[in-house]
């Protein structure tokens, strides 16, 4: 095989499938595996739970075998040479690169070489590319990373009507956020969290492509153009019933909003100052954010808002803050309703903010 290919287009390839390869210990996973699609190369990774394939057009200039080739030896070979292009030979055994540098392969048949699954999508929906992209971004975080437990370390994506919602929980607290659509065949999709990253990674587009496959039913596939391609093992398991869980959601009247979300921000960085956990004490007169510590001392700090409700609760502050920043508190007030389980006390936290209504996180408060 002889390949022909722009060297800022191939590093970037690299670099992307990086997310796949990077600190896998079987060998034949750190590798990228190279091969002639007609006329043009596809660079693909896999490590056995996702697959992405790199399409560079009209790159291959005489076909022959597919090769596996050890990604980050090959990205920092590319990174070093000069020019433009990249015009590579397959020996045997070895990639000629030119300008004195060859790399050692292995080829694609050898034993144990991972099979990678058959790009055959069926019928995709069309999503819009930016919005849906930062929905998955903003779920990863509340997403658990436990991947022991898959029915919660995914991403739940639902389409239907006008409607596409995105939820994620780690057991402890949860997100959900809804986008208008045009109209969309109602379907589910449970993507696996760390995915999110990989769909990131995705070239910037107007749609973003979902589609399910008879010829791999266990798998997704995501695309958003023809030059990247995802194929991801969709995670099997019962997402909790997000819609019941919402319902717990008390009225807008029993709510403490914040009169700015960038001033909660502040008070609860102020209290990380000495602790881990903050108290979150509402009465009618307002909010007070308030943390101990036996050795760093405390702190108190009022928050302007008007309330209309009572709680005194523990809640890891690291976790208010990133809930804080996803709901995008600098841009409006923050409102804060407590759900009280039947008996008082022990029931979530809600979280909105009046900068992006069709976001929606709760948080589970510390036992004391």
């Known amino acids: 095989m002889r390949i022909r290919v722009h060297r800022q287009s191939l590093l970037?390839?690299?670099?992307?499938?990086?997310?796949?390869?990077?600190?896998?210990?079987?060998?034949?996973?750190?590798?990228?595996?190279?091969?002639?699609?007609?006329?043009?190369?596809?660079?693909?990774?896999?490590?056995?739970?996702s697959t992405a394939l790199h399409r560079h057009d009209e790159a291959v200039e005489s076909p022959g075998q597919p090769f596996a080739i050890d990604r980050e030896r090959l990205a920092r070979a590319v990174d070093a040479m000069g020019g433009e292009e990249v015009i590579a030979e397959v020996g045997d055994g070895f990639l000629n690169l030119g300008e004195g540098m060859t790399i050692r392969f292995i080829p694609a048949d050898a034993p144990n070489f991972p099979t990678l699954p058959s790009w055959e999508p069926g019928s995709p929906i069309a999503l819009p590319f930016s919005p849906v992209v930062a929905a998955l971004s903003r779920a990863y975080l509340f997403a658990s990373k436990e991947e022991s437990r898959s029915e919660i370390a995914s991403i739940q994506l639902t389409t239907e009507k006008k409607k596409v919602s995105v939820s994620s929980t780690n057991g402890r607290r949860l997100w959900y956020e809804s986008l208008p659509i045009d109209d969309a065949e109602s379907t589910e999709f449970l993507i696996p969290s760390f995915a999110a990253k990989l769909i990131d990674s995705l070239p910037s587009s107007k749609e973003l492509r979902l589609a399910r496959s008879d010829a791999s039913p266990g798998h997704i596939y995501v695309w958003s153009d023809d030059s990247e391609r995802l194929m991801i093992r969709a995670w099997e398991g019962t997402f909790p019933n997000v819609e019941t869980?919402?319902?717990?959601?008390?009225?807008?009247?029993?709510?403490?909003?914040?009169?700015?979300?960038?001033?909660?921000?502040?008070?609860?960085?102020?209290?990380?100052?000495?602790?881990?956990?903050?108290?979150?004490?509402?009465?009618?007169d307002g909010?007070?954010?308030?943390?101990?510590?036996?050795?760093?001392?405390?702190?108190?700090?009022?928050?302007?808002?008007?309330?209309?409700?009572?709680?005194?609760?523990?809640?890891?502050?690291?976790?208010?803050?990133?809930?804080?920043?996803?709901?995008?508190?600098g841009n409006g007030n923050i409102i804060l309703q407590h759900a009280s389980?039947?008996?008082?006390?022990?029931?979530?936290?809600?979280?909105?903010?009046?900068?992006?209504?069709?976001?929606?996180?709760?948080?589970?408060?510390?036992?004391?």
């Open 287 to 329: 909010l007070m954010v308030a943390a101990f510590g036996d050795d760093t001392g405390s702190v108190s700090v009022a928050v302007s808002g008007e309330s209309e409700t009572e709680f005194d609760l523990s809640l890891p502050i690291a976790q208010l803050i990133e809930t804080c920043s996803a709901l995008d508190a």
């Open 245 to 284: 869980i919402l319902k717990q959601q008390p009225e807008a009247s029993s709510s403490f909003i914040a009169e700015s979300g960038s001033d909660l921000v502040s008070a609860l960085r102020r209290a990380a100052v000495v602790s881990q956990n903050a108290n979150l004490i509402c009465d009618k």
């Open 341 to 368: 389980l039947v008996g008082g006390g022990g029931g979530p936290l809600f979280l909105t903010c009046s900068a992006h209504p069709e976001r929606i996180s709760l948080v589970m408060p510390m036992r004391r």
């Open 12 to 49: 970037s390839s690299l670099q992307k499938l990086s997310h796949l390869t990077k600190g896998k210990t079987l060998p034949l996973l750190k590798d990228v595996l190279l091969y002639a699609e007609g006329g043009d190369l596809i660079v693909a990774a896999t490590d056995l739970e």
